[in-house]
Nanobody
Framework: QVQLVESGGGLVQAGGSLRLSCAVSGNIFSINAMGWYRQAPGKQRELVAQ???????NYADSVKGRFTGSRDNAKNTVYLQMNSLKPEDTAVYYC???????????????WGQGTQVTVSS
């Protein structure tokens, strides 16, 4: 079993900050990319931030300069620091990890249960 447990969502006023955390646990051989996606009502799920094992970061244009992703490989944990939040950032945020459960496994994507982020104007 693999579990991704998220925390840190909530309600914040525009201009405020939140920090999301996601811990990956279970039977894992190796983790490649870790990151965050979000889905607003009536919209498709979209990439917010992704960090590879080597530390390369990729962000959605809409969050560049405001959001910062980081990861602690020793703890299999990924974080998302969200600053200068806007009402349009309101969405359910999902943690994602691309990993292999065994040395002979292919890479597969695993998802957290999602955490609600609501930004009021």
């Amino acid at each position: 079993q693999v579990q991704l447990v998220e925390s840190g969502g909530g309600l914040v006023q525009a201009g405020g900050s939140l920090r999301l955390s996601c811990a990956v646990s279970g039977n894992i051989f190796s983790i490649n990319a870790m990151g965050w996606y979000r889905q607003a009502p009536g919209k498709q799920r979209e990439l917010v931030a992704q960090i590879t094992t080597g530390g390369r970061e990729n962000y959605a244009d809409s969050v560049k300069g405001r959001f910062t992703g980081s990861r602690d490989n020793a703890k299999n944990t990924v974080y998302l620091q969200m600053n200068s939040l806007k009402p349009e950032d309101t969405a359910v945020y999902y943690c994602n990890a691309r990993l292999r459960r065994y040395s002979y496994s292919s890479w597969s994507d695993y998802w957290g249960q999602g955490t609600q982020v609501t930004v009021s104007s």
